[in-house]
């Protein structure tokens, strides 16, 4: 049984800063690709970050480029993601996916596995 646990989210002020942290078991970590991805109220699940299986390979959505920024311990079975300059906009449920490939993928529906997700709220 594989899972993903994602812990780090919570409520913060524009400009700030949060380090979300997923952490995988049931799977060799380092035979997956991982990525994040992110869900607002009446909005379709989107991708943020995607990092390949040894970490050679990063992947960003436009809208979080240069702010967040992906990576991975395959030591200790877990991925990152750092949140550097929020917006209110990035306010969103941010959940943890992992897909038993090399290629990193931007689509949600070809992940395999997901977390349950964590809550980051930015307020203005």
């Known amino acids: 049984q594989v899972q993903l646990v994602e812990s780090g989210g919570g409520l913060v002020q524009a400009g700030g800063s949060l380090r979300l942290s997923c952490v995988v078991s049931?799977?060799?970590?380092?035979?997956?690709?991982m990525g994040w991805y992110r869900q607002a109220p009446g909005k379709e699940r989107e991708f943020v970050a995607g990092?390949?299986?040894?970490?050679?390979?990063?992947h960003y959505a436009d809208s979080v480029r240069g702010r967040f920024a992906i990576s991975r311990d395959n030591a200790q079975n877990t991925v990152y993601l750092q949140l550097n300059s929020l917006k209110p906009e990035d306010t969103a449920v941010y959940y943890c996916a992992a897909r038993q490939s090399t290629i990193v993928t931007t689509t949600p529906a070809l992940n395999d596995y997901w977390g349950q997700g964590t809550q980051v709220t930015v307020s203005s």
């Open positions: 990092i390949s299986r040894t970490s050679g390979n990063t």
């Open positions: 049931g799977r060799t970590f380092s035979n997956l690709a």
